[in-house]
């Protein structure tokens, strides 16, 4: 059983990365739940404030994803319907089959929803999208650090408790 919970705990952190980049998947959460299953071997003592602390800050994270996208719309002079449209690019750069279709999405999502908040000003429109990209590239970069500092834990906890694995 620890073997299972070690190689579904893995993929967990490893998803956890990839999560970062997907708008359908919370990255640093699906990574602590990596943390987590690698916690409910018998082979690594369970630290239950190690696990509480990864969990907030994973939670934390969450949270702050929704609202960094939209204070970088917010702050370039953006709209509701910048922050929609940016969701939207998302959405539809994810499926797209073009490269970087997530980043081209948000640009272009967030500029149609301006362009349709107020046609006229398009200066502030570019300006509204380009916020609502640096918005969605900081929250990426969050979330993979984190991912990535989660995918570390793992591999750390597991190489200092590795003989217990397989004894």
């Given at each position: 059983?620890?073997?299972?919970?070690?190689?579904?705990?893995?993929?967990?952190a490893?998803?956890?990365i990839?999560?970062?980049?997907l708008?359908?998947l919370?990255?640093?959460?699906?990574?602590w739940?990596?943390?987590?299953?690698?916690?409910?071997?018998?082979?690594?003592?369970?630290?239950?404030s190690?696990l509480v602390?990864?969990?907030?800050?994973?939670?934390?994270?969450?949270?702050?994803?929704?609202?960094?996208?939209?204070?970088?719309?917010?702050?370039?002079?953006?709209?509701?319907y910048?922050?929609?449209?940016?969701?939207i690019g998302?959405?539809?750069?994810?499926l797209?089959?073009?490269p970087f279709?997530?980043l081209?999405?948000?640009?272009?999502g967030a500029?149609?929803?301006?362009?349709?908040y107020?046609?006229?000003?398009?200066?502030?429109?570019?300006?509204?999208?380009?916020?609502?990209?640096?918005?969605f590239l900081?929250s990426v970069t969050i979330?993979?650090?984190?991912a990535v500092v989660?995918?570390v834990?793992f591999?750390?906890k597991?190489w200092?408790?590795k003989?217990n694995?397989?004894?």
């Amino acid at each position: 059983m620890d073997t299972f919970l070690l190689i579904v705990g893995f993929l967990f952190a490893c998803l956890g990365i990839i999560g970062s980049f997907l708008p359908v998947l919370p990255g640093p959460i699906t990574g602590w739940v990596g943390l987590l299953l690698l916690h409910l071997t018998k082979a690594v003592p369970s630290n239950t404030s190690f696990l509480v602390i990864t969990f907030i800050i994973a939670i934390v994270i969450f949270i702050l994803d929704y609202f960094i996208p939209a204070i970088g719309t917010k702050r370039f002079g953006g709209s509701k319907y910048g922050v929609y449209g940016t969701t939207i690019g998302l959405i539809v750069g994810l499926l797209s089959p073009i490269p970087f279709g997530i980043l081209i999405g948000a640009f272009v999502g967030a500029l149609i929803g301006e362009l349709i908040y107020d046609s006229k000003d398009t200066n502030r429109a570019l300006k509204a999208s380009f916020g609502a990209f640096l918005g969605f590239l900081a929250s990426v970069t969050i979330k993979f650090s984190v991912a990535v500092v989660y995918l570390v834990l793992f591999i750390v906890k597991f190489w200092e408790y590795k003989g217990n694995f397989w004894s």
